[in-house]
């Protein structure tokens, strides 16, 4: 990221926060910041300060915060295991089960979720599919364990815990 797009998000918190106060001629407290976020693109961080500003009633007192919020913003974007299996299983009976129709227009999850079990979807018969629910289910949540890990934006070099 570059410095100039930095100082315009902290001006744009500065602005925004009436108690932030942050000092942008302290160039010390700037280097911290700078560090702990540079590794982000402009627009990553733009949008991370804005929707933060968008969602939070109170000024972030660390750069950690704001990484923590875009972590929030990737997590909560993501469907539930349950859901996941009501919009797949729904769209592989309206594709006749053609998996590759419905991998085109899935997440990462799901299309992972599914290569795992394809054998066991195709032509699914309807006592089997409180099974078949169940496994996907489990092996949802496992990927997208994977994927939250995977994807999780980093501060400083080192992730981001809740």
């Not at 918190?13 to 402009?42: M, P, Q, R, S």
């Not at 795992?116 to 629910?133: C, F, H, V, W």
């Amino acid at each position: 990221m570059s410095k100039n797009t930095f100082l315009k998000g902290l001006k744009y918190l500065n602005a925004f926060y009436n108690n932030f106060n942050f000092d942008i001629n302290d160039d010390f407290k700037i280097g911290v910041w700078y560090k702990a976020l540079e590794h982000l693109t402009d627009q990553a961080y733009t949008a991370i300060v804005k929707s933060y500003c968008k969602n939070n009633t109170f000024a972030p007192q660390s750069p950690t915060r704001l990484v923590q919020h875009a972590n929030e913003m990737i997590t909560q974007k993501m469907l539930t295991a349950e859901e996941a299996w009501e919009k797949t299983i729904a769209q592989l009976r309206n594709t006749g089960y053609d998996f590759q129709k419905v991998y085109k227009t899935c997440s990462t999850t799901t299309k992972e979720t599914l290569k795992q079990m394809e054998s066991e979807l195709d032509g699914i018969l309807t006592r089997n599919i409180p099974y078949a629910k169940k496994h996907f289910i489990e092996i949802y949540t496992r990927e997208q364990k994977k994927h939250v890990e995977k994807n999780q934006l980093k501060l400083g070099g080192s992730h981001v815990r809740s």
